[in-house]
């Protein structure tokens, strides 16, 4: 393995351009003659729009054009599309409701678009936007997931507001088991509405080739080939009629995978005005229309034998989709997560029994993990509540129940097969690290300071990083210089990094020879983004294969340029060599003779170039044990950690450096939901958390010293022997941090809160228990 091979902490190299300034994002490009496009929202959550007149706003300064839903009709532009809909239990396809790019006759959320100006300048457009004159009948809003299914229906297709009953699991065998059961746990929770905050607002250029009648999309996003294609659909134009390019991305976390309203009337705006058109989100209009994540209201049964052995589990759910389905909004509220219910436990028998429902709030989509923390919050906190009601250890009740490493590929009760884990082992390291052994003495020493202390301990495990494949296309060049085209998306993971990682120790080459380019979907032919934790064990599984593919051809070009057998010549560290000889040549000598016709073989391209498909043999399954522990103050409900231990199982460790950031950054974003984060509508439907003054989010100084190990048990599901990083860390950290400030407060006879767990709920629930 060379210094900069798999297997090394190698920071990433693209860090140098974003921390001297010279990263390049959506906002950064500017294009000579661009116009500005303003949104108007609607004000209300839930209205008929009786009137719209844009006469003034059309002639006021600077103006360059109005779109309207008229307009948007007029040039045959549709609806925006949906990605994926499950089938419900009944086997039928749920038909979604049209989301229209602008808003027609009705308004069904706070911050819908109703009309965009497009003016010369941004002031201009928002001027203009202020001469817009609407009028609007209120009607009731629906804001609830407790109140929506008896409330009047949002739309026709979904009555009683749930668009879909979605079903898992095998019900006779779950019921029978439970009827036998010794002892019966439930609980009620609810994973509390997320903004996805991602640093870098959403953002988009449009332009239009009159002559070509080809669209170009340049834009922030996970992925630019669906982008297109979703595009196309909306257009009615092929798919080769767009060009989507997407620069540098300030983070993403689900949101940027997803096509919005703006983006599409830039494009529309660029065709009808014979202009370059530029939005740019600012962070009030982030909040009102970037998909939101989670919001899901749970119960969950877990039946057990007299020994504490899991028998079933129950779990029933309302998830929120609000007012439109997003691209995989319905697919997030149900088999993205609801699948993973079991946890890391044996658990014979399951059902899932989720309802999607509709609300008159903003669209909700995948946010990091997507419907794993959900599953692995209600699982977690289940055992947790078991092991109260039966007076034993929780940690005891988790070793006896875990999977056993002799059990694997194991076979879930709900669908997945999990394709390996250790995970009685990796329990056992984190309790060791953690020193659990000594809490006792630590529990009483935070007492005499007036702290309670806690103890939170979770199990996670994940699907990701299966379904589709990727074709990146490798080649060097006349300079010997390699470059990989490839259609993931890297959003701060360090794409760039890793893949180079992966050729340079293939070929025995610096990485700093190596170029790897995303994000253009005219350069790079097909791609499926990132997302799912899926873009270096899958992406980088298909760099690997093309790898082998191209030494191959290596092979055959050495053995022509040392008149040698192909069978006889090998190659290791730069240097193919013919067998039992001292012949030898350079990979660089190699890739330079490629380029001469004359003495390249006809089976070796150009270049070595390669284009081969990688495609996953199934999902791959991460998991690991979160311990945190933290002191309560007695008197503030304020939270202060001590210590955060993170045992994982991540497969084979490709780069431990950049695998810890993304362990400990997605920790960061579940203890945020936990103790900090939550979106809030009121009644009517008015978004309370419009901005940062009022969404908290973990700083620095509120997140705790995280203590990262890793134990690598390979997968074989991918070339590489990876599981996937990007969401694990979130999925673990949620139930770990609150199943710790509920060990604290048990003391004082609280066992339950509802996330998140500010101070001011924790100091009302101290106060109750003290009235008490």
């Known amino acids: 393995m060379g210094r900069f091979g798999v297997g090394q902490a190698i920071r990433r190299v693209e860090d140098e351009r974003f921390l001297t300034g010279n990263g390049r994002y959506t906002d950064d490009i ?65 038909k979604p409701p049209l989301r229209p790019v602008l808003a027609a006759n009705r308004v069904r959320y ?39 299914p008896n409330a009047d229906p949002i739309h026709a297709e979904a009555p009683g507001n749930v668009l879909l009953h979605w079903h898992a699991g095998d019900t006779a065998k779950t019921e029978a088991a439970f009827a036998n059961a010794a002892h019966i746990v439930s609980i009620d929770i609810r994973n509390s509405r997320i903004l996805p905050t991602a640093l870098e607002p959403r953002g988009a250029i449009a332009e239009y080739d009159v002559k070509t009648q080809r669209f170009t999309l340049t834009q922030g996003s996970q992925g630019v080939h669906s982008l297109k294609n979703w595009c196309s659909q909306v257009f009615g134009v092929p ?76 779990v029933s759910y309302l998830g929120n989709v609000g007012a439109y389905l997003s691209q995989y909004g ?56 078991a092991a109260l009601d039966l007076g034993v250890s929780s940690i005891q009740l988790r070793r006896r129940n875990l999977i056993r490493p002799d059990e694997f590929p194991y076979q879930t009760a709900l669908g997945p097969k999990y394709d390996s884990g250790r995970y009685g082992e990796l329990l056992d390291a984190a309790l060791l690290r953690a020193d659990v052994s000594g809490l006792p003495a630590r ?101 690997m294969v093309n790898c082998v593919k191209m030494i191959d051809q290596g092979k055959a070009m050495a053995a022509a340029l040392l008149g040698a057998k192909e069978s006889d010549v090998n190659f290791d560290d730069g240097t193919f060599r013919v067998a039992g000889t001292n012949h030898s040549v350079s990979f660089k000598d190699v890739v330079a003779a490629s380029f001469d016709p004359k003495r390249r073989p006809p089976r070796v391209a150009e270049g070595l170039k390669v284009s081969e498909n990688f495609s996953p043999s199934g999902s791959t399954f991460p998991n690991g044990c979160h311990i945190c522990e933290l002191d309560v103050d007695k008197d503030t409900g304020v939270i202060s950690f001590v210590n955060y231990t993170i045992q994982d199982d991540l497969g084979r460790a490709l780069n ?5 950031g993304q362990i400990v950054g997605g920790a960061v974003q579940g203890l945020g939901q936990a103790l900090y984060e939550e979106a809030v509508y009121d009644e009517t439907g008015q978004l309370l958390t419009g901005s940062f003054m009022d969404y908290c989010m973990p700083r620095a100084d509120s997140t705790p010293p995280f203590n990262f190990a890793y134990t690598e048990v390979p997968t074989d599901r991918n070339a590489l022997g990876l599981k996937g990083a990007g969401e694990a860390g979130t999925i673990g950290a949620t139930p770990a941090v609150v199943n710790a400030v509920l060990d604290a407060l048990a003391p004082l006879g609280i066992t339950h809160l509802d996330m998140p767990l500010t101070p001011l709920k924790i100091w009302e629930a101290i106060a109750a228990a003290k009235v008490h």
Request: glycine share 12%; aromatic share 6%; proline share 5%.
């Open 30 to 94: 500017v294009v000579k003659g661009q116009a500005f496009l303003f949104v108007l929202r609607s004000p209300h959550a839930h209205a008929v729009l009786t009137a719209l007149d844009v006469t003034d706003a059309r002639a006021a300064a600077g103006v360059v054009g109005v779109l309207t839903p008229a307009d948007l009709e007029a040039m045959k532009v549709g609806a925006i599309p949906v990605g994926a809909v499950p089938r419900g239990s009944d086997g039928k396809t749920a």
């Open 110 to 148: 706070v911050g819908e678009p109703v009309a965009a100006v497009i003016a010369e300048t941004l002031a201009q457009a928002k001027d203009a936007a202020d001469l817009i004159q609407v009028e609007y009948d209120d009607l009731p809003a629906v804001v609830s997931l407790a109140d929506a």
């Open 239 to 314: 798919a080769d009629n767009f060009r989507v390019i997407t620069p540098d991305v300030g983070g993403g976390f689900g949101m940027k995978n997803f096509l919005f309203n703006e983006p599409l009337l830039c494009l529309a705006a660029a065709r009808a005005f014979g202009r370059v058109v530029r939005w740019m989100g600012d962070r009030a209009e982030s909040c009102l229309n970037d998909c939101h994540g989670r919001d899901q209201v749970t119960h969950g049964e877990l039946a057990l034998d007299r020994d504490g052995t899991f028998l079933a589990l129950r």
């Open 330 to 385: 319905a697919y997030v509220q149900t088999a993205a997560g609801g699948a993973m219910y079991c946890g890391a436990y044996r658990i014979p028998a399951a059902t899932v029994d989720a309802k999607v429902v509709m609300t008159n709030t903003a669209p909700l989509d995948a946010y990091r993990g997507a419907g794993r923390p959900e599953a692995a919050y209600l699982i977690e906190r289940l055992v947790e509540k």
């Open 443 to 543: 529990k009483a020493a935070a007492g005499t300071s007036g702290k309670l202390r806690g103890l939170g301990v979770s199990y996670y495990v994940e699907a990701c990083a299966g379904g589709n494949g990727e074709t990146p296309q490798l080649f060097f060049g006349e300079d010997g210089r390699l470059s990989i085209l490839i259609g993931t998306q890297s959003n701060g993971q360090g794409h760039e990094t890793v893949y180079a990682q992966i050729a340079a120790d293939a070929f025995g080459i610096p990485i700093s020879d190596i170029t790897v380019k995303q994000g253009d979907s005219d350069l790079i032919p097909t791609g499926f983004g990132t997302g799912g934790s899926r873009s270096v064990p899958v992406g980088g599984s298909a760099v």
């Open 656 to 660: 431990p450096l950049l695998m810890e």
